[in-house]
């Protein structure tokens, strides 16, 4: 599995549907995220991967496997800042913000959730391919069209064994620099 971006990782192995976790200041989990409980039922268990992009990052989005990809779905939801600027607020940024999510039937890693999450200045998610269609790991998915970002993996549980420096760093705290391209883990 590769990385869709370029961008600041974090993991999160064997989450259950309620387990909040944070990112940044914010909390939520995995029935709040995926706004769906039967997606909640699927990836209980599983991992997410999170990737924040800065503003000077490359905000394009690509498949981290080969596969077809589903009818994108958006979760409705206010603009909300994600910058570290925006920490003196508590706002429940990942939960209320608007969202894109499509399930993709990959080749190595069962159906992945590929989640988009828009920010304050980013007035909007874009989707680049053709739904129902196969697409080759590193196609273009889509972009942000401006500003800081964040692209959210959710796999099943079993399908993935993520890169061991990626666990370690996310467990010590620290989130790690991708780029697009790079592996993240194994089948």
């Given at each position: 599995?590769?990385?869709?971006?370029?961008?600041?990782?974090?993991?999160?192995?064997?989450?259950?549907?309620?387990?909040?976790?944070?990112?940044?200041?914010?909390?939520?989990?995995?029935?709040?995220?995926?706004?769906?409980?039967?997606?909640?039922?699927?990836?209980?268990?599983?991992?997410?991967?999170?990737?924040?992009?800065?503003l000077a990052d490359y905000?394009?989005?690509?498949?981290?496997?080969?596969?077809?990809?589903?009818?994108?779905?958006?979760?409705?939801?206010?603009?909300?800042?994600?910058?570290?600027?925006?920490?003196?607020?508590?706002?429940?940024?990942?939960?209320?913000?608007?969202?894109?999510?499509?399930?993709?039937?990959?080749?190595?890693?069962?159906?992945?959730?590929?989640?988009?999450?828009?920010?304050?200045?980013?007035?909007?998610?874009?989707?680049?391919?053709?739904?129902?269609?196969?697409?080759?790991?590193?196609?273009?998915?889509?972009?942000?069209?401006?500003?800081?970002s964040v692209v959210v993996?959710?796999?099943?549980?079993?399908?993935?064994?993520?890169?061991?420096?990626?666990?370690?760093?996310?467990?010590?705290?620290?989130?790690?620099?991708?780029?697009l391209g790079e592996r993240?883990?194994?089948?």
């Amino acid at each position: 599995m590769i990385s869709p971006v370029d961008g600041r990782l974090l993991v999160y192995r064997d989450i259950a549907a309620d387990r909040p976790f944070r990112i940044k200041s914010a909390e939520f989990d995995l029935r709040r995220l995926l706004a769906d409980d039967n997606l909640t039922r699927r990836y209980q268990g599983g991992s997410v991967v999170i990737l924040r992009l800065y503003l000077a990052d490359y905000h394009h989005f690509h498949f981290p496997d080969s596969g077809v990809p589903g009818e994108p779905r958006i979760v409705p939801g206010r603009y909300f800042a994600v910058s570290p600027y925006s920490r003196q607020w508590a706002v429940p940024f990942y939960g209320e913000n608007r969202r894109t999510i499509t399930l993709l039937d990959s080749d190595g890693f069962g159906r992945v959730a590929l989640i988009e999450i828009g920010a304050f200045t980013v007035g909007s998610i874009q989707q680049a391919f053709v739904p129902n269609i196969r697409v080759s790991r590193g196609d273009a998915k889509g972009y942000f069209e401006l500003g800081a970002s964040v692209v959210v993996l959710v796999l099943e549980p079993g399908v993935v064994q993520l890169d061991g420096d990626l666990c370690r760093n996310t467990d010590a705290g620290i989130e790690t620099f991708v780029r697009l391209g790079e592996r993240i883990g194994q089948a």
